[in-house]
């Protein structure tokens, strides 16, 4: 049974840095995409930034120069950077990873970002 757990999360000053690492277990076979989405309260989950498993990346406006995601194929993890942190981020960030058309989701890490 595949499984995606997200760690890294935690509270941040504005400005501050995080990172967030989500790790995949119950398969040998690398994921053909992985990415990160995030929920704040009261909005619906929004898509930040995916890589694919040749290394092409993509990334909403809003985290772009911000935000860096990387993957390690062979262990499967995803990692995101998330730099210049702002309070607008406070969101639980879930990690998402895509194999043979079937989706996965992890349980989710809160990144809250204020003073």
């Known amino acids: 049974q595949v499984q995606l757990v997200e760690s890294g999360g935690g509270l941040v000053q504005p400005g501050g840095s995080l990172r967030l690492s989500c790790v995949g277990s119950g398969t040998v076979f690398s994921f053909s995409a992985m990415g990160w989405y995030r929920q704040a309260p009261g909005k619906p989950r929004e898509f930040i930034a995916t890589?694919?498993?040749?290394?092409?990346?993509y990334y909403t406006d809003s985290v772009k120069g911000r935000f860096t995601i990387s993957r390690d194929n062979f262990k499967n993890v995803v990692y995101l950077q998330m730099n210049s942190l702002k309070s607008e981020d406070t969101a639980v960030y879930y990690c998402k990873a895509a194999r043979d058309g079937m989706d996965y989701w992890g349980k989710g890490t809160l990144v809250t970002v204020s003073s």
């Open positions: 890589a694919s498993s040749g290394g092409g990346t």
